[in-house]
């Protein structure tokens, strides 16, 4: 017991210097934190201007903006901090992004992990060597063209199922789209099937599909469970 309450003595003397050292005095007195920190991060310099203080003179953009697909973006993502230029548009000019990769490929480059039908490209293969602002208004980015297949947006999707028993079968054929989805495909989205009977038009054993196509009883496989959560309908063969 003595030498239990000499450890427990050492380790209170110990936490005592720790907290006397190391600790800031500001620590605790408005919570959980170190309380400096505020008047601290108060004088910093401001850097941003927020994108209220650039419509106030660009306002016939920031129309065209909040309209778009780009809404949601604050005017400096872009164009990086302005405060300076909103202190004085003479002297300090804001970044403009004039080449590719300069700020649109920051979001609009091919990444899988992005959300399905989130607009990316493949910078080699889509107009190589041409700024996207050739093309693209930045405030009001609606595609000149409305894409013509779903692999424009679906890239990742189109390449599994290309190379799988399903490459033959269009989107259409398990999926409906109104042509609003091509333009607006997040308020627009196409059906989805819901039920094992839609797989089973053509991979019940009582089908009338083509007798290469493979076949299941579907009042017994895989009961209850829905089909494609064993098999993926891009790449059913998985």
Not at 4 to 17: M, Y
Not at 165 to 182: F, I, K, R, V
């Amino acid at each position: 017991m003595i030498r239990l309450a000499i450890l427990f003595a050492i380790a209170g003397a110990g936490l005592l210097v720790v907290r006397h050292r190391f600790v800031p005095e500001s620590f605790g007195k408005l919570g959980h934190y170190r309380a400096d920190a505020v008047p601290a991060n108060a004088d910093r310099p401001i850097q941003y201007a927020g994108r209220e203080a650039c419509i106030e003179c660009h306002a016939d953009q920031g129309q065209v903006l909040t309209a778009s697909f780009h809404r949601t973006l604050a005017c400096e993502v872009c164009h990086g901090p302005a405060a300076n230029h909103a202190e004085d548009p003479g002297a300090h000019q804001p970044f403009i992004p004039r080449e590719r990769g300069e700020a649109c490929l920051f979001c609009h480059e091919y990444l899988a992990s992005r959300p399905t039908g989130f607009p990316q490209i493949m910078e080699r293969n889509h107009n190589p060597g041409a700024p996207c602002i050739g093309c693209h208004q930045p405030h009001d980015p609606t595609p000149p063209n409305v894409p013509e297949t779903c692999a424009a947006c679906h890239t990742e999707i189109a390449r599994t199922k290309s190379l799988s028993h399903h490459a033959s079968l269009g989107c259409t054929t398990c999926h409906e789209a109104s042509p609003a989805h091509m333009q607006q495909p997040r308020t627009a989205l196409p059906t989805v099937p819901t039920e094992r009977q839609f797989c089973g038009r053509c991979h019940d054993t009582n089908a009338t599909s083509p007798a290469n196509i493979p076949r299941v009883d579907l009042a017994s496989h895989g009961t209850p469970y829905l089909c494609w959560q064993c098999h993926y309908p891009h790449f059913p063969e998985s």
